[in-house]
């Protein structure tokens, strides 16, 4: 239906989360539209991010800069961290701008079935951080699924023996809910009434 190289940008552009083979035509077809306002800037852009991306090495989080500009950022309460599923929950926090602390990215959760285990997360990364004595409240702001919580539990478990207030998120987030998928509104009063853990 089309040259090589448009077929294999349909493909590729299918892989993105949220697009399918149907929408991810449309999109293509949009940007060869659209090659001077939209396609040639992102192509640019897109090109920015893959020479400049890093994994930050204190909180996990994806940046051009390393520290990142979360963990840079010395108006930023470090006496708090946000332990977060994936960069996508850490995106959806700041979206709504309420938490002024710093994150740690656990990089997933423990699951037995997809042999995730304490080994594959950045858990000890975490007890590092609370070692060193900055740290006042460990927020858990993971998902309410099974694995979700029972990650929880587990980091709540390692951090026991440090002096730190572990807090989860208030049960406005829906059972089953994933961070990134939730409204402002929802993560705001989910953020707001957050209790002990």
Not at 125 to 152: F, K, M, Y
Not at 170 to 184: H, K, Q
Request: charged share 20%.
């Amino acid at each position: 239906m089309a040259a090589p190289q448009i077929e294999q940008l349909i493909h590729l552009m299918s892989k993105i989360p949220g697009f399918g083979p149907r929408s991810a035509r449309r999109a293509v077809l949009h940007l060869m539209n659209k090659k001077e306002g939209v396609l040639i800037p992102l192509i640019t852009s897109m090109q920015a991010v893959a020479d400049n991306i890093k994994k930050c090495p204190v909180c996990g989080n994806m940046d051009t800069m390393e520290p990142c500009s979360l963990c840079s950022d010395i108006k930023r309460d470090e006496s708090q961290i946000c332990v977060v599923q994936d960069i996508a929950d850490l995106w959806a926090l700041e979206r709504v701008g309420l938490f002024k602390g710093k994150y740690h990215v656990l990089g997933g959760v423990l699951s037995a079935i997809d042999g995730i285990g304490p080994q594959d997360l950045s858990i000890a990364d975490l007890v590092g951080r609370i070692q060193s004595g900055v740290v006042q409240e460990v927020i858990l702001a993971l998902p309410a699924t099974v694995d979700g919580q029972t990650t929880a539990h587990y980091v709540a478990e390692r951090l026991e023996k440090y002096p730190v207030k572990i807090t989860t998120l208030s049960r406005g987030v829906p059972v089953g809910g994933e961070l990134d998928y939730l409204d402002d509104g929802t993560l705001q009063m989910a953020f707001k009434a957050r209790r002990d853990f």
